[in-house]
């Protein structure tokens, strides 16, 4: 397991187990690597945060508040992110028209995408949560097995984001 994401997870303050302190936890006890088969549907951000001191311009359309992905089992994807709440029909059009971007997942779990066009992939740190993890400071989501955490880093490896998925729609 690589420090850095032990070290975000923590840094974040996203997700923590109710029974036992912050600070002795390890990522491997709550979540294990990302498979293809788990991510194929429809998934919601149920929670999105940045990392102390990351360096990110948060007009970038990719951190707006309203965000869904969508993985389709022929290894393209849809991206939506939005200002406000996403509306049905735009859901439903995104989830029948052709991704834009292709998906895979490597054996150590990390998620690679390539947008149409662009010349390299960007690729996310992919676990998915084994049991129930409940926020300690109260009012959050729990995240519940099945939910998926990705993790963008920086280029010296830092963690710089973190999104809480939950799917909406099962595989198709």
Do not use: N
Request: net charge positive; aromatic share 6%.
């Amino acid at each position: 397991m690589r420090d850095g994401l032990a070290a975000g997870l923590l840094a974040l303050s996203l997700v923590a187990l109710a029974a036992r302190p912050a600070g002795a936890q390890d990522p491997e006890e709550f979540t294990r690597p990302c498979q293809r088969a788990d991510l194929i549907g429809v998934w919601h951000v149920l929670r999105f945060g940045f990392a102390a001191g990351a360096s990110v311009d948060r007009r970038d359309p990719a951190y707006q508040p309203h965000q869904r992905y969508i993985f389709r089992s022929d290894a393209t994807m849809s991206y939506l992110a939005s200002p406000k709440p996403l509306g049905g029909g735009q859901e439903r059009t995104a989830a029948r028209s052709r991704g834009s971007e292709t998906w895979a997942v490597e054996e150590s779990g990390r998620l690679t995408r390539q947008p149409a066009g662009a010349p390299g992939v960007e690729a996310s740190e992919c676990r998915v949560m084994t049991r129930a993890v409940k926020d300690p400071r109260g009012g959050q989501p729990t995240a519940l097995p099945g939910d998926v955490l990705l993790t963008e880093h920086d280029a010296d490896d830092r963690p710089k984001t973190r999104r809480l998925l939950r799917r909406i729609t099962a595989p198709e």
